[in-house]
């Protein structure tokens, strides 16, 4: 037994009065669960409903490749868990605490009672499953597939769009025609009497600095530009595994389809059969006259 006072702040009791909710009291429970706490997993068994009295609870699926649905976030006062309830089947989706959370907990015998007491109340609950039919319909249109540009976008930093500008023009015929414009007037420099003074003399000590240094730091822009890409990369997978998956169990409910059509079509070509076959013994069997 809970206090009778706890349900006058919970909206899908606000049609008692004081002397029913001391009475529904008696029989609801009251739970407590932590934050990260499951309430219930997909395929559990349950026949009891939950009115959130305060905290959160998250309420989600995972489709054929376990990407993660959010249903919806229960809040004071909603009700989830009425699927099971009304259908004593398994649980449909997963439910976990977003934070501490206080919970009222109807089971089924309970309801009823609660029902025939109230009967209006039946609507608040009816009302709570079309909400969230509503949203697993907006959610099945959201998710039949996703765009792969949409996914990858992104908002880049300056120094990422710097990176990978660099990481671009170090690949490009004009990077290697200024480098070799470079080598041969530097090598040109120091090597033939041009009137200029000679700043590094073969072997060339400065420039196999700069260049050392230029490799180091062109190969680090090139690893954080192929960094990014790989990411995106992996988006692109991810999205082609779950094209092809949804592609695949469309193509095995087109099988069942043409099965099950197949299948009216034998059955209709065997009674036009029959009625044929039918029609030609009442022929055979039709007495025939000759004149007199």
């Not at 054929?64 to 959010?70: P, S």
């Not at 609507?123 to 039949?144: E, T």
């Not at 769009?161 to 480098?179: E, K, Q, T, Y």
């Amino acid at each position: 037994m809970i206090d009778p006072q706890l349900l006058a702040d919970i909206r899908f009791f606000e049609l008692h009065d004081e002397e029913d909710r001391r009475e529904l009291a008696k029989l609801v429970d009251e739970l407590q669960f932590e934050k990260g706490a499951r309430l219930f997993e997909t395929g559990d068994r349950g026949e009891e409903l939950y009115i959130v009295h305060t905290g959160k609870v998250e309420i989600y699926i995972r489709n054929v490749t376990g990407e993660k649905i959010i249903l919806t976030v229960a809040e004071q006062g909603d009700l989830f868990g009425e699927v099971s309830l009304v259908d004593r089947g398994p649980r449909t989706a997963t439910a976990i605490a977003l934070e501490d959370t206080k919970l009222i907990v109807l089971d089924r015998e309970n309801l009823l009672v609660y029902f025939r007491s109230k009967p209006d109340a039946a609507f608040d609950m009816i009302a709570a499953m079309g909400a969230m039919i509503r949203k697993a319909d907006d959610l099945l249109r959201s998710q039949v597939s996703r765009n792969v540009n949409e996914e990858v976008k992104e908002t880049l930093t300056v120094f990422q769009r710097v990176s990978d500008w660099i990481a671009w023009f170090a690949g490009s015929m004009p990077f290697l025609a200024l480098n070799i414009l470079w080598f041969v007037v530097w090598i040109a420099i120091n090597t033939v009497d041009l009137g200029i003074r000679q700043f590094d003399p073969f072997p060339f000590g400065l420039l196999t600095m700069i260049v050392s240094l230029e490799a180091i730091f062109l190969s680090l822009f090139i690893l954080i530009s192929q960094n990014r890409q790989a990411e995106k990369d992996r988006v692109r997978s991810n999205i082609d595994y779950e094209v092809n998956v949804k592609a695949e169990l469309e193509v095995a409910h087109l099988h069942e389809k043409t099965d099950r059509l197949q299948e009216k079509m034998l059955e209709e070509f065997a009674r036009i059969r029959k009625s044929i076959e039918s029609g030609r013994d009442d022929k055979e069997q039709k007495p025939r006259f000759g004149r007199i």
